[in-house]
C-alpha cells in the first residue's frame, strides 16, 4: 500500500482529528496509506520536525493542503513540505478549498490586477497559488478537494482504489 504524506495546516484546526479521521478513511478506501502528522502529541519543536521529516523521507508521495491560511497564501510549513519532497523527486499533489487566482486574494477579489496593495506586480499566470508551488505538483493541479487530489496521488501510484 502506498504511503502518502498528508501536508497542510490542519494540525492546527480545532478539530484535527476529526479531519485527520476523514482523510484517513478516504486514502484507505483509495488503497493508501496515510501518514499524518501529529505536532500535537509533542511541545518539542526539534521533535516535530524530526518526525515531521522522518515521514516526508519515508512517503511515496505528499498530498498537500494549500488553501490560504493566515494570508493569500498556504502554509509556510506546507510550502516548505511541497519543496522538500519535489526536491526529493516525491510526487506531491494539491487541494484548496480556495482554488481562484492568487491574484483574486491578493487583490481583494480582483483576479485582474497587476499589483498588490503595496504597489508589488502579482503573478500573472492566473495559478491558485505561487507559480514555484503549482509547478512543484505532480499533475500542476490545484484540486478543489481532499478527495480529488487523494484520487489523483492513487492513480499516479497505481492504487487499488484509483
Avoid: K
Avoid at 17 to 41: H, K, M, Q
Avoid at 113 to 118: F, G, I, L, Y
Amino acid at each position: 500500500m502506498s504511503r502518502v504524506y498528508l501536508a497542510g495546516p490542519d494540525v492546527f484546526a480545532p478539530d484535527h482529528r476529526r479531519i485527520f479521521r476523514e482523510r484517513t478513511e478516504i486514502c484507505r478506501s483509495l488503497g493508501l496509506s496515510p501518514l499524518v502528522p501529529a505536532d500535537d502529541d509533542t511541545t518539542e519543536p526539534a521533535a516535530i520536525y524530526a518526525a515531521n521529516l522522518a515521514m516526508l523521507g519515508g512517503c511515496d508521495a505528499v498530498i498537500a493542503d494549500v488553501t490560504p491560511f493566515r494570508g493569500p497564501h498556504c502554509d509556510p510549513g506546507t510550502a516548505w513540505e511541497i519543496g522538500y519532497a519535489a526536491a526529493r523527486g516525491t510526487p506531491v499533489f494539491a487541494f484548496s478549498a480556495s482554488p481562484e487566482p492568487l491574484a483574486a486574494r491578493v487583490a481583494a477579489g480582483d483576479a485582474s490586477a497587476r499589483t498588490d496593495r503595496s504597489g508589488m506586480l502579482i503573478e500573472p499566470f492566473g495559478l491558485a497559488e505561487n507559480l514555484m508551488i503549482v509547478q512543484a505538483l505532480s499533475d500542476r493541479t490545484v484540486h478543489r478537494t481532499f478527495r480529488d487530489a487523494a484520487r489523483a496521488a492513487a492513480r499516479a501510484l497505481g492504487a487499488a482504489g484509483g
